[in-house]
């Protein structure tokens, strides 16, 4: 299973369905053989959604009550680490 999706509220944001509770979080602006494009990761468990963020090194960022939520924190993290250019920014908390 394999579908990408463009947030609405960010469209710089490209999410890639690994099966039906793993995702991959990628910048689509930067070209797709470019390491620094994937941002993390988020998995489904029992109630919430786990996040890791790639950049700049492997990170767990803890668990997020919410699918927004947990992608916000990736947008967030990208976005304060200077990985993105300013006025790059997640979804509502959620």
């Known amino acids: 299973m394999t579908s ?3 947030p609405p509220a ?3 944001l490209e999410v890639v369905a690994l099966s039906d509770h793993e995702w991959r979080v990628c910048d689509r ?3 797709k053989a470019d390491p620094r494009r994937v941002l993390g ?3 489904r468990s029992g109630e919430g959604f786990e996040v890791l963020a790639l950049l700049p ?3 767990p960022c803890g668990r997020f009550a919410g699918w927004n939520a ?3 924190v990736i947008s967030a993290l990208a976005l304060r680490d200077g990985l993105v250019a300013p006025g790059f920014a997640g979804g ?3």
């Open 4 to 6: 990408t999706v463009h």
């Open 10 to 12: 960010n469209p710089r």
């Open 29 to 31: 602006v930067l070209d």
């Open 41 to 43: 990761y988020i998995e």
């Open 57 to 59: 090194a492997p990170t």
């Open 70 to 72: 947990a992608l916000s």
């Open 92 to 94: 509502a908390a959620g």
